[in-house]
Structures are given as structure tokens and as C-alpha cells.
């Protein structure tokens, strides 16, 4: 896996959270969003689920903005901001 490829990583991150690694999944989308230019993103999401959970850090965040500034991976990205399971606080 090229490191610098922000879709990838994205898809690893989701492969993360349906196996539970929601750790793992949120250091994976953060590093995802900071590969697209989305630092305070990333910062936000890192402090959400650190302080209110996995499911938490889901609501709390705007993963859907992740893709500013990026023409590629744009609708890939968004389509997978958008997972079911939101509303359950689970924590870390």
C-alpha cells in the first residue's frame, strides 16, 4: 500500500471499524484526512474519540468535509463518512 494515498487509507480505516479496531480506524481516517489537507479534521476527530467513544467521535465530527480542496477520492470518501451505527456512545 503506497503510504501517501489517502483512499486507501480510508478503506483500511473502515476495515478497522467493522472489525471493532475502532482505535486503529480512527488513527487511520485521521491520517487519511491529514493526507487530504484536513489537519484541524483530523485533530477534531483524534479529540472526539478520545473523549466521547467511537460512536461519539462519529457525531461529532464532519468526516464529510474531509476532501476539501481535492478533486480525487472525493465521492469515495464521502460515501464512506456516511456509516451505520451512529448514535451508540462505545468507548475506546
Not at 487530504?36 to 467511537?54: D, Q, R, T, V
Not at 464532519?62 to 460515501?79: A, E, H, M, V
Request: net charge positive; with cysteine.
Amino acid at each position: 500500500m503506497d503510504p501517501n494515498f489517502p483512499e486507501a487509507r480510508w478503506v483500511l480505516a473502515d476495515a478497522f471499524a467493522q472489525k471493532k479496531m475502532y482505535s486503529e480506524a480512527v488513527a487511520e481516517w485521521q491520517t487519511a484526512m491529514k493526507l487530504l489537507g484536513n489537519e484541524p479534521g483530523a485533530a477534531a476527530l483524534g479529540e472526539a474519540y478520545k473523549s466521547s467513544g467511537y460512536q461519539g467521535s462519529l457525531q461529532k465530527t464532519d468526516r464529510t468535509n474531509c476532501c476539501k480542496d481535492r478533486q480525487s477520492g472525493g465521492p469515495l470518501l464521502i460515501s464512506h463518512a456516511f456509516m451505520p451505527g451512529w448514535g451508540k456512545k462505545t468507548k475506546p
